[in-house]
């Protein structure tokens, strides 16, 4: 199993470009989110879906939009970029079943904005 | 709402020496308790977790008990070594249908020789 892929892995995006980052995962998982980090700052949640048509807000939105078409894929679009979005983004995916919120992470996406 | 607050950083260590490294937590309901680890260039990989008042979960030496009197959730491992430096995240699971991970900011650690 690859469990949650991300790609690209590096990226660098000049003001007011816009790109998708992308996340699938096979491990049929219902949910799936997107974190940024940011140095001292741990993980903050961007957007999530707890199924496939299903998004929410998290705790820094703005700037940032999703999609869940399929229930392996779900992509970050960056609309107009700004340096203040350079950071690491992770997604990351867990099963609706089980006690625990156990979340499976990606291995990253580096953005720098310039 | 939910937060978790984490021992500041970094903490450097001599192989062989024993970790603490401190979580607290203010939550609603009764959340599961993770311990998550980043190596360098990596994403993050769980640790170990706990989801009940009590339990302490443990794995590769590192252990950590949910204790619900005190709202803490610390890291130890009794003799560290040169491999377990990384970034270590304390998590917070909140209740509801969301399954939701609350970070604390992270704790990095350092081993040396």
Same mark, same amino acid.
């Given at each position: 199993?690859?469990?949650?892929?991300?790609?690209?892995?590096?990226?660098?995006?000049?003001? #007011?470009?816009?790109?998708?980052?992308?996340?699938?995962?096979?491990?049929?998982?219902?949910?799936?989110?997107?974190?940024?980090?940011?140095?001292?700052?741990?993980?903050?949640?961007?957007?999530?879906?707890?199924?496939?048509?299903?998004?929410?807000?998290?705790?820094?939105?703005?700037?940032?939009?999703?999609?869940?078409?399929?229930?392996?894929?779900?992509?970050?679009?960056?609309?107009?970029?700004?340096?203040?979005?350079?950071?690491?983004?992770?997604?990351?995916?867990?099963?609706?079943?089980?006690?625990?919120?156990?979340?499976?992470?990606?291995? #990253?996406?580096?953005?720098?904005?310039? | 709402?939910?937060?978790?607050?984490?021992?500041?950083?970094?903490?450097?260590?001599?192989?062989?020496?024993?970790?603490?490294?401190?979580?607290?937590?203010?939550?609603?309901?009764?959340?599961?308790?993770?311990?998550?680890?980043?190596?360098?260039?990596?994403?993050?990989?769980?640790?170990?977790?706990?989801?009940?008042?009590?339990?302490?979960?443990?794995?590769? #030496?590192?252990?950590?008990?949910?204790?619900?009197?005190?709202?803490?959730?610390?890291?130890?491992?009794?003799?560290?070594?040169?491999?377990?430096?990384?970034?270590?995240?304390?998590?917070?699971?909140?209740? #509801?249908?969301?399954?939701?991970?609350?970070?604390?900011?992270?704790?990095?650690?350092?081993?040396?020789?």
């Amino acid at each position: 199993n690859a469990g949650v892929t991300q790609t690209p892995k590096f990226q660098v995006l000049k003001t #007011g470009q816009s790109m998708t980052l992308q996340c699938a995962q096979d491990m049929n998982h219902e949910y799936m989110s997107w974190y940024r980090q940011d140095p001292g700052m741990g993980l903050r949640l961007i957007h999530y879906s707890v199924g496939a048509g299903i998004t929410d807000q998290g705790e820094v939105p703005n700037g940032y939009n999703v999609s869940r078409s399929t229930t392996e894929d779900f992509p970050l679009r960056l609309l107009s970029a700004a340096p203040s979005q350079t950071s690491v983004y992770f997604c990351a995916s867990s099963s609706r079943t089980g006690a625990s919120y156990e979340q499976y992470f990606g291995p #990253g996406t580096r953005l720098t904005v310039t | 709402g939910n937060s978790v607050t984490q021992m500041e950083g970094p903490v450097t260590l001599s192989e062989e020496a024993f970790l603490t490294i401190n979580c607290t937590y203010t939550a609603t309901g009764y959340p599961s308790l993770f311990w998550y680890v980043q190596y360098p260039g990596e994403g993050l990989q769980l640790l170990l977790k706990a989801t009940k008042a009590d339990d302490k979960g443990s794995n590769k #030496g590192f252990e950590a008990t949910y204790r619900k009197e005190t709202t803490s959730f610390h890291l130890e491992k009794g003799s560290v070594q040169v491999s377990d430096s990384a970034v270590y995240f304390c998590a917070l699971g909140s209740s #509801g249908s969301a399954r939701q991970l609350t970070f604390g900011s992270g704790t990095q650690l350092t081993v040396l020789p």
